[in-house]
C-alpha cells in the first residue's frame, strides 16, 4: 500500500520554474514506478513523465521533452518534477501516482496523490 502527497504547486509567470514534490509513505516505495499526470480545466487526464523503480529509465511525453525533469530519491521516498520555461499551457493540476512499471499509460497506475494546483500566467 502506499500513500501519496504532492507539494510545490502554485503560481508562476511564463518562463518561470517550479518544482514539485511527491512524498510517499512506506517501505516499499522503491518497488514501484512513478508518473506525474496533469489536468487541465476542461480536458482529459493526461500523462507528463514517469520514472522507474531505481530511476535509471525516464519517459516524458513530447510537449515537456527539454523542459521538465522527472526524478527520485529513494532514500527519501519522494519523487520531484522540476518543471522550467514553463508556459500557460502547462497551467493544470498536477498528479503524482504509483505503478509497478514504467508507464505513460494511466490505467496502470494503482495509487494516486491529491494533486497540486500549478498556474502558469501569459
Known amino acids: 500500500q502506499v500513500q501519496l502527497v504532492e507539494s510545490g504547486g502554485g503560481l508562476v509567470q511564463a518562463g518561470g520554474s517550479l518544482r514539485l514534490s511527491c512524498a510517499a509513505s512506506?517501505?516499499?516505495?522503491?518497488?514501484?514506478?512513478m508518473g506525474w499526470f496533469r489536468q487541465a480545466p476542461g480536458k482529459e487526464r493526461e500523462f507528463v513523465a514517469a520514472?522507474?523503480?531505481?530511476?535509471?529509465?525516464?519517459y516524458y511525453t513530447d510537449s515537456v521533452k527539454g523542459r521538465f525533469t522527472i526524478s527520485r530519491d529513494n532514500a527519501q521516498n519522494t519523487v520531484y518534477l522540476q518543471m522550467n520555461s514553463l508556459k500557460p499551457e502547462d497551467t493544470a493540476v498536477y498528479y503524482c501516482?504509483?505503478?509497478?512499471?514504467?508507464?505513460?499509460?494511466?490505467?496502470?497506475?494503482?495509487?494516486w496523490g491529491q494533486g497540486t494546483q500549478v498556474t502558469v500566467s501569459s
Open positions: 501516482a504509483a505503478a509497478p512499471y514504467i508507464s505513460s499509460r494511466d490505467h496502470e497506475y494503482a495509487y
Open positions: 520514472i522507474s523503480r531505481g530511476g535509471g529509465s525516464t
Open positions: 512506506g517501505r516499499t516505495f522503491s518497488s514501484y514506478a
